[in-house]
């Protein structure tokens, strides 16, 4: 019987955890989206975390991009040519990109490169007591240090996502099919809203989870060196589910009920 | 790092990120052709669309005049209504007709505008009266396997 009991004691607590987590998740964020204007105000210190996070990570997101792109291509290219249609080859790779892979792997590749440093950068700050310093001197530190990387994640997001996808369709065609089949197939089936736009719309959001996560695990890790580390870790954790499966509910909005 | 050259790499970075996103559109959506005054629409009515997609091609002479705009049921007649959206360059007579084929053995399906001999031409939102149905591959192979059928059974009484 005892044991029963505990048993549900641990579940008990194991869920209320989970619920207290959650709330408290919430709370950061509309605490975060409440500086938001005052960060946009002074948007010099988003500008220096645009270089930081954004400037910074085209390097990974170019070289990801082509290689994805071109194997996309070229695998796409194997399989379309047994049927005679190697100019869909165009389509498939653009509406793939756009849709779903320029989105998701941009966010994931932006997780692992700049949500680690954020989260690594504010456990930090927050180890060596400059958050508690702020705060003394009347400085809200979610104003002055999390909001505008907040900003800078929510704006370079978007842009390392349409940058991926167009360095993505760049390197299909670099595997050398014909390029009017290729651009003609695929203006034919891309649509601008329904695929551009939406593909836009999925990176947006991404962009507010990863970044938000990333500063909330800093922000609320432990200020130890195993904190951080740990911290650090969730991040990339946290990060790459919750942008899994905010595809899969996002895609499942935008694109099942097309024709 | 000083600040003019920070905010010069980012705005480098935006730029790039801007300029991406024109290509994806004027490149690889083709915004730059979407025109939306530029058509002018007639309908068709079809005892079986098949397979036809809204946004297929509508082709005359094998070369693309327009696109399918929408297709919807017609509960009185039971027909399959197509809006098709022709470009205003082109101008059809009045007869023309309309039936919709397929690309190679499987592929998509499309509308072929066929010209008549009126003098006079098709107006916006005319309807195009003579046209023919997709062929249902279902169908085909059904009467096939029917007519071989009952070829087999003539066959089987002669040999009798």
Known sequence: MNAVADLLA???????????????????????????PAALRRFDLSVVQI????????????????????????????????????????LLVALSLLRELGPVLTALLFAGR????????????????????????????????????FVAGIVSVPLLSAIFSAVGVAGAKLIGIDSAAFWSQMQDGVDV????????????????ATTFVALYTGYESDATPEGVAQATTRTVVISSVAVLVLDFLLTSLMFSTRP | MDKRNLDILVGLFVVMGALAVAFLALKAANLASLSFDSTYRVTARFDNVGGLKIRAPVKSAGVTVGRIASITFDDKNFQGVATLEIDR??????????????????????????PGADDKDLQPYDSIKITQSAVVLENLIGQLLYSKAAEGGKRKEGGK
Do not use: C
């Not at chain 1, 008990?12 to 998740?25: D, E, F, T, V």
């Open chain 1, 193 to 208: 809203f329904k695929d551009v736009g939406n593909g836009m719309v999925k990176t947006v959001v991404f962009g507010v």
């Open chain 1, 10 to 36: 641990a579940l008990g607590a194991r869920a209320l955890r989970l619920l207290w987590s959650l709330g408290h998740a919430s709370l950061f964020f509309w605490e975060l989206v409440r500086f938001t």
């Open chain 1, 51 to 90: 270089y930081a996070i954004g400037n910074l990570s085209l390097v990974i997101i170019i070289t990801s991009g082509a290689a994805v792109g071109g194997v996309l291509g070229l695998q796409a290219y194997y399989a379309l040519d047994r049927y005679g249609a190697a100019e869909q080859v165009g």
């Open chain 2, 89 to 114: 360059h082109y101008k059809f007579p009045a007869d023309t007709s309309a039936k919709i084929l397929t690309t190679g053995l499987l592929g998509d399906q499309y509308v072929a505008l066929e």
């Open chain 1, 114 to 149: 700049a949500g680690t440093s954020l989260t690594a950068e504010i456990g930090l700050m927050k180890a060596g007591e400059q958050l508690a310093a702020m705060e003394m001197m009347a400085v809200d530190p979610r104003g002055r240090v999390l909001a505008p990387r």
